[in-house]
């Protein structure tokens, strides 16, 4: 992750790594159905990208 | 490559129309250029149509002075605007043709064409979410890098959003999940149907026996306090008619006296009237014969009160005494009268007159006197003229003598009379004893009738409760509670009272209205669940069912972020932004903790900058005391800062967004005060973008005498 990134903004805010990856992933650009299908696990990352 | 073209109708005031195009600039660039001109050679303008074209004025990152020159452009009725715009990628796969056709419409239409294919049209949000303009003058640049915090709060605004969109997304998915078939909520569902009908079956079974005893209950009372009230209004009628009877005797006696009493005081009455008559003729005669010396006993006679003796019975004790005193008076008066030689020759004539009158038709004439009979009556008439008030009061004195001797036959008839209806009064005062007893006796009978009076209610409340029982009849009455009573079970019930076993079945009673409504619940429960089973059983199950306590999860998560970005970040960057130092949130740890962020984050997006002489790194800038703080421990005012360099040292702040996979459009202008080497890094970060492909376009516009367009 960039430093500059607003990304690692809320990162080093948020305390819970699913909220961070959450914050992640809507960086991406992600379709709300990919993010979900990555969060539950069912994907990864690399797939949806 | 970035082209514009552009019509600008300016309304002079006078009815004059001024075009402005762009006629002193060339309307195809480079993607990164650096543009020098003279005041109105078309910089601002092209940087202005440019910002616009991307809905620059909508943009609320950028500098409201900036958008109003935007939204003066627009202004229809001081001047007519259209424009093309078009920028494409170094490589030419991306182009975003803007076009504003209308010259009387605020209409701007953006489009994006990718990789060759047609353009597609990008609203504002979509423009917003896929690209970053950045249009900006660096004037007072210390003072605006207080404005990189709004683009925090736009930043926490627009991923807050997106978390909300997924936190509705994932809830929606929940919602479904729920709707379609679960086969654990089916199986859950059919053991609680299971387990429902258990309880159902054994409230049954409970309503079963509950009915049994209570009719069983019910029964015995009818039979036991049907025969029980049955032998006491037998037994009660039974003393009521010995009092009734006794009552009859009673008032017989006491009518026969009544009747006795009432008729000899009605006779003693008439004879005391009679007698009354007597007297006052007699005391009439006593009052014109006797003597002044008389005149205390008549006094005594006249106060004597006949009528008093019914009451007495007896008469005043004057009476006889008087009577006697009277007539001796009025005997020694006549003997006196009667001595008279006066009184003797009037009772002669006077018996002449009476002889001679038979013969007074006669026509003798008697001789001698040689007169006729009628005129010698007529003269003996005369005669005895004189003596004739002696006769009278002789014959007074005869009948007042015989008044008294008759008042006082009277007087000794009615005494008798007297002491008979004394005798019958004084049985009415043996019989007023008689009354008492009788006052007993009708209370008694009250009180016997009150009571057979409430057991015939009671009765009449068995009997027609017996309708219920046709088994049951008068004659088998006491078999049949000997029967019930064989009834081990409800022994315990068989003492109670008649109080006590009606509150024992009123009590089954409810306890029997609420199990039936406890039955009526659980056939409730069991068509609801039937009919969910079915239901759920007739749906498909969702993809995501296995995952939907995840899913909750993941719900609860996403609410909590977007509460933390659109809420509590939020309020927390909009008191940095007013500069609220007094604002008593700052001293909150968590909140500490985010500044000190936004201070980090701050000195990312500066990175290395050229102070004086030497590049520092910044590791935090600190808005609120105006203080940079560099890796190497240094910390800078920011208000030292020369102004080309802090220009500088913004622009960058800017530009140094590479978490935002957005593809950048930067439009810096008015960078005069910046020199070769604080414009360097500038130009350098320009270069980085551009290659790296998140740079679109990249225009840096300077005040000169000339026009010069240099590529960057």
Same mark, same amino acid.
């Given at each position: 992750m960039n430093e500059e990134s607003i990304v690692s903004f809320f990162d080093a805010l948020l305390d819970d790594e699913t909220e961070k990856k959450i914050i992640k992933l809507i960086s991406k650009g992600l379709s709300e159905d990919e993010m979900i299908e990555i969060l539950l696990g069912i994907k990864n990352e690399e797939e949806c990208l | 490559?970035?082209?514009?073209?552009?019509?600008?109708?300016?309304?002079?005031?006078?009815?004059?129309?001024?075009?402005?195009?762009?006629?002193?600039?060339?309307? $195809?660039?480079?993607?990164? &250029? %650096?543009?020098?001109?003279?005041?109105?050679?078309?910089?601002?303008?092209?940087?202005?149509?440019?910002?616009?074209?991307?809905?620059?004025?909508?943009? $609320?990152?950028?500098?409201?002075?900036l958008r109003n020159k935007m939204d003066a452009l627009l202004d229809a009725q001081h001047q007519k605007l259209t424009f093309e715009t078009k920028i494409t990628n170094k490589d030419e796969s991306l182009k975003i043709i803007s076009r504003k056709k209308g010259k009387d419409s605020p209409e701007i239409v953006l489009f994006e064409g990718k990789n060759g294919e047609g353009e597609k049209p990008l609203s504002f949000e979509s423009f917003e979410n896929k690209y970053n303009l950045i249009y900006d003058i660096p004037d007072k640049p210390t003072e605006r890098l207080n404005q990189l915090t709004i683009e925090i709060k736009e930043e926490q605004q627009r991923y807050g959003n997106k978390v909300r969109d997924l936190e509705v997304y994932i809830r929606n998915?929940?919602?479904?999940?729920?709707?379609?078939?679960?086969?654990?909520?089916?199986?859950?569902?059919?053991?609680?149907?299971?387990?429902?009908?258990?309880?159902?079956?054994?409230?049954?079974?409970?309503?079963?026996?509950?009915?049994?005893?209570?009719?069983?209950?019910?029964?015995?009372?009818?039979?036991?306090?049907?025969?029980? %009230?049955?032998?006491?209004?037998?037994?009660?009628?039974?003393?009521?008619?010995?009092?009734?009877?006794?009552?009859?005797?009673?008032?017989? &006696?006491?009518?026969?006296?009544? +009747?006795? %009493?009432?008729?000899? $005081?009605?006779?003693?009455?008439?004879?005391?009237?009679?007698?009354?008559?007597?007297?006052?003729?007699?005391?009439?005669?006593?009052?014109?014969?006797?003597?002044?010396?008389?005149?205390?006993?008549?006094?005594?006679?006249?106060?004597?009160?006949?009528?008093?003796?019914?009451?007495?019975? &007896?008469?005043?004790?004057?009476?006889?005494?008087?009577?006697?005193?009277?007539?001796?008076?009025?005997?020694?008066?006549? +003997?006196?009268?009667?001595?008279?030689?006066?009184?003797?020759?009037?009772?002669?004539?006077?018996?002449?007159?009476?002889?001679?009158?038979?013969?007074?038709?006669?026509? =003798?004439?008697?001789?001698? #006197?040689?007169?006729?009979? #009628?005129?010698? =009556?007529?003269?003996?008439?005369?005669?005895? $003229?004189?003596?004739?008030?002696? =006769?009278?009061?002789?014959?007074?004195?005869?009948?007042?003598?015989?008044?008294?001797?008759?008042?006082?036959?009277?007087?000794?008839?009615?005494?008798?009379?007297?002491?008979?209806?004394?005798?019958?009064?004084?049985?009415?005062?043996?019989?007023?004893? +008689?009354?008492?007893?009788?006052?007993?006796?009708?209370?008694?009978?009250?009180?016997?009738?009150?009571?057979?009076?409430?057991?015939?209610?009671?009765?009449?409340?068995? #009997?027609?409760?017996?309708?219920?029982?046709?088994? &049951?009849?008068?004659?088998?009455?006491?078999?049949?509670?000997?029967?019930?009573?064989?009834?081990?079970e409800l022994t315990p019930y068989f003492r109670y009272n008649e109080d006590q076993l009606a509150e024992k079945i009123h009590e089954l009673e409810k306890s029997l209205k609420s199990l039936n409504e406890d039955i009526v619940t659980k056939e409730f429960y069991i068509r609801d669940y039937e009919r969910d089973i079915r239901r759920l059983e007739e749906k498909e199950p969702h993809k995501y069912q296995p995952y939907v306590n995840e899913l909750n999860q993941l719900f609860q998560k996403t609410g909590h972020i977007s509460q933390k970005l659109l809420k509590e970040y939020n309020e927390n960057i909009s008191v940095l932004i007013k500069n609220d130092l007094k604002n008593q949130r700052l001293k909150d740890d968590k909140n500490k903790k985010y500044f000190y962020e936004v201070s980090k984050y701050l000195a990312r997006r500066i990175g290395t900058f050229h102070h004086i002489d030497k590049d520092y790194k910044a590791v935090t800038v600190d808005l609120i005391s105006g203080k940079i703080s560099t890796e190497d421990g240094k910390i800078i005012q920011l208000i030292d800062m020369g102004t080309g360099q802090s220009q500088s040292t913004y622009l960058l702040g800017l530009l140094n967004t590479k978490d935002d996979n957005r593809k950048i459009i930067a439009l810096f202008d008015e960078v005069a005060m910046m020199d070769s080497t604080s414009l360097e890094p500038i130009y350098q970060k320009f270069r980085e973008l551009y290659e790296t492909d998140r740079l679109l376009a990249g225009i840096v516009v300077q005040k000169a005498d000339e026009v010069s367009i240099i590529p960057i």
């Open positions: - | 490559m970035i082209e514009f073209d552009y019509i600008i109708e300016r309304d002079m005031g006078n009815g004059e129309i001024e075009t402005f195009t762009p006629d002193k600039l060339p309307t $195809k660039l480079p993607n990164l &250029v %650096y543009i020098e001109g003279p005041n109105s050679s078309g910089k601002s303008t092209l940087l202005h149509i440019l910002a616009l074209s991307m809905y620059g004025h909508k943009n $609320k990152k950028i500098n409201p002075a998915i929940i919602t479904k999940i729920s709707e379609s078939r679960d086969q654990k909520r089916i199986d859950d569902l059919k053991t609680k149907l299971k387990q429902i009908e258990k309880e159902k079956k054994q409230l049954e079974k409970d309503k079963i026996h509950s009915q049994k005893i209570l009719e069983i209950l019910k029964k015995y009372m009818c039979c036991r306090y049907l025969d029980e %009230y049955l032998d006491k209004e037998q037994a009660l009628s039974e003393e009521i008619k010995i009092l009734e009877s006794k009552r009859a005797s009673r008032t017989q &006696v006491s009518r026969r006296f009544t +009747t006795q %009493y009432t008729n000899s $005081k009605n006779e003693i009455n008439k004879s005391l009237d009679k007698m009354d008559t007597q007297f006052r003729t007699a005391t009439t005669l006593l009052n014109s014969l006797l003597p002044a010396k008389e005149r205390h006993h008549l006094s005594v006679w006249k106060r004597i009160n006949l009528n008093g003796a019914i009451n007495d019975y &007896v008469f005043d004790e004057n009476l006889e005494r008087e009577i006697i005193h009277f007539i001796n008076v009025l005997s020694e008066m006549k +003997t006196r009268e009667e001595s008279n030689e006066s009184l003797k020759e009037a009772m002669i004539i006077s018996d002449l007159i009476k002889f001679l009158s038979e013969y007074e038709n006669s026509e =003798i004439i008697l001789p001698g #006197v040689e007169i006729s009979l #009628v005129e010698f =009556i007529k003269a003996l008439k005369g005669k005895n $003229k004189k003596n004739q008030e002696l =006769i009278e009061r002789l014959n007074n004195l005869d009948s007042a003598k015989k008044l008294l001797t008759e008042l006082d036959g009277s007087r000794q008839t009615i005494e008798k009379e007297l002491s008979r209806l004394k005798m019958l009064a004084e049985k009415e005062e043996e019989h007023s004893d +008689t009354t008492s007893e009788m006052d007993n006796i009708e209370k008694e009978l009250s009180k016997l009738q009150n009571r057979k009076k409430s057991i015939d209610t009671k009765l009449d409340i068995y #009997v027609a409760s017996m309708d219920e029982y046709p088994d &049951v009849d008068d004659q088998n009455l006491k078999m049949k509670i000997r029967e019930l009573e064989k009834n081990k």
